[in-house]
């Protein structure tokens, strides 16, 4: 018989006393503390609840604080003056404090029982849930076990209605209740169960796991926007290559990815995936460096393979370059988008970095320049040395490039001179190689058109 808690099972509950678990008032932020004294002190039950209580326990420090109550968000608003009500699928009351949003949910029932709120089900799938319940049913009601223990603020408690601490010790992910009918509830539960695993280095349990091969179409139905959400939850928070290989290995990939899952499927060579690999390691770098990262170069490198191919078969075809790498960037992102909503501002930026990839290959002394000063450079000369990999000459090129960033005007007029030669010059840097190998390229495609 499955360990799996259904909706309508009995409840244990479980207490960890304060001497007996790690989690400290003294790691939550103050904001938190607030909302959850204040609610407290109206005579309300207050609890921190979810990830952020996973977190501390991990030994983690979490930047997001949510806070489980049985105030109705009328209730919560007449209690802050800094509070605004949100949301129509969930009712939620946001606690604003300067640059920290602590969000506050009423406690959540089965929608069985005569609490006030209201639920809708459309096709199985949940598109609205307000209906307010106990401390218990609201823990029945989270996705994974790991997510529905509460701290309670009466007493500095540990609450575990599920048994998450033991999964915590395990590090496994038990979705709770059924998991067919979870995820036909939302869709983008498996989505965060491929992010939990990734961010925490669990496993999934195999109960949960199974259905992601039956049921992983079901993403098609969620709102593009809302997968865009979970794209950068899943990609921009520092543990994007595990994230990207579990999507791979639970095959989720092809149905939140299309795109870049038919380029590798097709990548015999390897390069497509060797440079969303290194493109994701770099995006993890820069997040545990505190660096800023965005979208637009993340949407670039998973879809780059696709956009490339395409482009060469236009180009083969004959149309002219530059329209061709336009048409096949506006394709692309046209069809990815109809998945992942990708919003025009970054997929302007990501169509500006593709574009000039083809740019880094040309070696007239205006256009050097002319590139050098454009204000896409950095993001696209970034792009340009992911592409190392795809083969001998694109690092060539790469190192061309990073030379010439610290070079003189002088000494770039004198490489690309040299690059003219029939026979390349070689330097400590390789500039003229790359130089003089990117004009024997053009010279040959010359030829070629010529015949």
């Known amino acids: 018989m499955s360990s799996e808690p259904r909706t309508n099972a009995p409840v244990a509950l479980r207490v960890i006393p304060r001497d007996q678990h790690t989690l400290s008032r003294k790691d939550i932020s103050q904001g938190a503390l607030r909302v959850l004294y204040r609610l407290h002190e109206a005579g309300h039950r207050a609890c921190l609840v979810g990830g952020a209580v996973r977190d501390l326990l991990l030994g983690g420090h979490p930047k997001d604080f949510d806070v489980a109550t049985d105030a109705t968000p009328e209730q919560v608003k007449k209690l802050f003056r800094n509070c605004r009500l949100i949301g129509r699928r969930f009712r939620l009351a946001h606690v604003i404090f ?47 076990r790991v997510n529905a223990l509460y701290y309670d603020i009466a007493d500095y408690s540990v609450l575990d209605y599920v048994g998450g601490i033991d999964d915590l010790h395990d590090r496994v992910l038990h979705l709770i209740g059924d998991p067919e009918q979870r995820y036909r509830e939302d869709p983008v539960r498996m989505l965060r169960a491929v992010r939990l695993a990734a961010k925490l280095g669990f496993r999934i349990h195999p109960s949960a796991a199974e259905p992601f091969a039956g049921l992983g179409h079901l993403l098609g139905e969620a709102p593009p926007a809302r997968l865009f959400d979970e794209t950068l939850k899943l990609f921009l928070a520092g543990h994007g290559v595990q994230g990207f290989r579990e999507l791979e290995r639970y095959g989720l990939l092809q149905h939140l990815f299309p795109v870049t899952a038919r380029v590798l499927a097709r990548d015999a060579g390897r390069s497509v995936r060797g440079l969303i690999e290194a493109g994701l390691a770099s995006t993890d770098a820069r997040v545990r460096e505190d660096k800023p990262v965005t979208p637009a170069f993340l949407f670039a490198v998973l879809l780059w393979g696709e956009v490339r191919d395409a482009a060469e078969a236009e180009i083969a075809a004959g149309v002219e370059p530059t329209l061709a790498w336009q048409r096949a960037a506006h394709r692309v992102v046209a069809e990815q988008s109809a998945r992942v909503a990708i919003p025009r501002r970054f997929a302007q930026v990501m169509e500006e970095i593709w574009a000039l990839q083809p740019r880094f290959e040309q070696f007239a002394r205006k256009r050097v320049f002319r590139l050098l000063t454009h204000p896409r450079f950095r993001a696209a000369y970034d792009f340009l040395l992911l592409r190392a ?43 003229a190689d790359a130089a003089s190998a990117a004009a024997k390229k053009r010279r040959r495609r010359r030829r070629k058109r010529a015949a």
């Open 98 to 144: 300067g640059p920290e949003i602590v969000e506050v949910a009423t406690f959540r029932g089965t929608g069985d029982g005569e609490e006030g709120g209201d639920r809708h089900i459309v096709d199985g799938r949940i598109v609205r849930d307000n209906v307010w319940g106990t401390i218990e049913e609201d823990a029945l009601r989270r996705d994974f």
């Open 389 to 431: 990999a795809e083969s001998d000459y694109q690092r060539q090129v790469g190192e061309w490039w990073t030379w010439a960033q610290g070079a003189t005007h002088e000494q770039i007029v004198q490489s690309l001179a040299q690059a003219q030669q029939a026979e390349p010059v070689a330097t400590a840097h390789g500039e």
